[in-house]
């Protein structure tokens, strides 16, 4: 296909800085699609052939050619040649070549929406979650989040319900996918606030929430978005989040050597 020009183009992060980048799913053409499946390795093609609902192939593929693509913006190299190691719990880290730097990422999918974020060195987690006013009900969350959580949660006004069921959810989501435990970390143990953003642990976890940033955004009205990552000076970070349009993707990972 035709590769179209690059109107954005993106420099390497800093050290301290976060880069995260959402794609809404919709803005994908049906020409894209093999396109970002040719961004992927061979595995990964294996794994999005096996996905029986093809929205969620569409945003395994989606998020997995924009993490790859972000990569090669950071160290060039064809998109499919980046080689991943997963943790105890699952949490996929890059192998690491000499002369390469530091990167750590994390991704997330949901409906309609995937999102990447990247930075040097540190521990960081991303969610998105499509917004389900049927799913956001106060049952639920008395059985999951932590008590801190539910009292504000009581506090807040019925049309103001479901952004801040999801402000919390994402958070905690974000918060685990950054330690790496996935179900492993009882979500009753840490409590997150959003205004202002913060979190506090509990003794069990051995973590320090003044070592922690947390990031918020609104990528469509239908779709929350949190960010957590822990740092040894969180103020000093700086953060670099806005959406991508499929293009855009595209042209980075021509530059970057993709064979499109
Ligand atoms: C891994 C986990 C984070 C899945 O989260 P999810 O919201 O279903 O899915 P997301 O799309 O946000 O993230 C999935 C991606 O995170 C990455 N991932 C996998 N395991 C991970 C882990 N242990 N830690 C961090 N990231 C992980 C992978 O890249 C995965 O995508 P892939 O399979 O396409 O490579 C898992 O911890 C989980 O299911 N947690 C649920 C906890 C819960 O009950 N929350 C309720 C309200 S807070």
Same mark, same amino acid.
């Given at each position: ?57 569409? +945003?395994?593929?989606? &998020? $997995?050619? =924009?993490?790859?693509?972000?990569? /090669?913006?950071? *160290?060039? @190299?064809?998109?499919? !040649? ?34 990447? +974020?990247?930075?040097? &060195? $540190?521990? =960081?987690?991303?969610?998105?979650? /499509?917004?389900? *006013?049927? @799913?956001?009900?106060? !049952? ?50 840490? *409590? ?69």
């Amino acid at each position: 296909m035709t590769v179209p020009n690059l109107l954005d183009p993106i420099p390497p992060i800093s050290t301290t800085a976060v880069r995260v980048r959402w794609l809404v799913l919709e803005s994908v053409a049906a020409e894209h699609w093999a396109a970002f499946a040719a961004l992927l390795d061979d595995a990964e093609r294996a794994r999005a052939a096996r996905f029986h609902f093809e929205r969620d192939r569409q +945003a395994y593929v989606a &998020a $997995h050619a =924009l993490a790859r693509t972000l990569l /090669s913006v950071e *160290a060039p @190299r064809p998109t499919s !040649d980046w080689r991943f190691v997963e943790g105890v719990q699952g949490k996929p880290e890059i192998v690491r070549e000499p002369g390469m730097p530091p990167l750590r990422f994390n991704l997330s999918h949901t409906h309609g929406l995937v999102a990447v +974020a990247m930075t040097h &060195a $540190h521990d =960081l987690g991303i969610d998105v979650e /499509s917004i389900d *006013a049927g @799913r956001a009900g106060l !049952d639920f969350a008395e059985r999951v989040f932590a008590p801190a959580e539910i009292a504000a949660l009581r506090a807040v006004p019925p049309e103001a319900f479901a952004e801040t069921f999801y402000a919390i959810w994402t958070l905690k989501e974000a918060c685990i996918k950054a330690l790496g435990g996935g179900l492993s970390v009882p979500l009753d143990a840490f *409590a997150v606030s959003w205004d202002p953003l913060s979190v506090q642990f509990s003794d069990t976890l051995g973590e320090d929430g003044a070592h922690w940033r947390l990031f918020r955004a609104t990528p469509t009205p239908a779709h929350a978005l949190a960010l957590a990552l822990r740092h040894p000076e969180p103020a000093a970070v700086t953060l670099d989040a806005t959406g991508i349009r499929p293009q855009d993707i595209l042209a980075l990972a021509a530059q970057a050597g993709a064979n499109l």
